[in-house]
């Protein structure tokens, strides 16, 4: 789904609201989540996820074509990890854990 396919669904159902009022709103929040990141905040929406960023060390790579060492600079990337309630609803709630077993007693039954 593309920014204006959401902006477009979400519009269609609260048609109370104009389409230019919602791309506004949307670019909104798109707009505080880069901001929050970019000073390196952690931006959590519950049951959906989480985003953040995570810093990678600069390193000695190597071109693909050539095999030639190449440096490649420190950077930071942005990472979300997905959140519980979406992860069960793309797979399904995850199986309840089998009970276990009673351990068996170790002393000997009396006679």
């Known amino acids: 789904m593309t920014k204006s ?4 669904c979400i519009a269609e159902r609260n048609p109370h609201l104009f389409q230019r009022d919602v791309e506004r709103i949307v670019s909104t929040i ?4 880069s901001a929050a990141l970019s000073r390196g905040d ?3 929406l519950r049951g959906f996820g989480a985003f953040s960023v995570k810093h990678r060390d600069s390193r000695v790579g ?4 050539t095999g030639e060492a190449v440096s490649v600079a420190e950077k930071v990337v942005p990472y979300f990890k997905t959140g519980k309630q979406l992860r069960d609803l793309l797979n399904g709630p995850e199986p309840a854990p089998a009970p276990a077993e009673p351990a068996a007693d170790p002393t000997p ?3």
């Open 42 to 44: 952690r931006v959590e």
């Open 30 to 33: 798109f707009d505080e989540i």
């Open 109 to 111: 039954p009396a006679s």
């Open 62 to 65: 190597r071109n693909p074509r």
């Open 5 to 8: 396919e959401l902006i477009a």
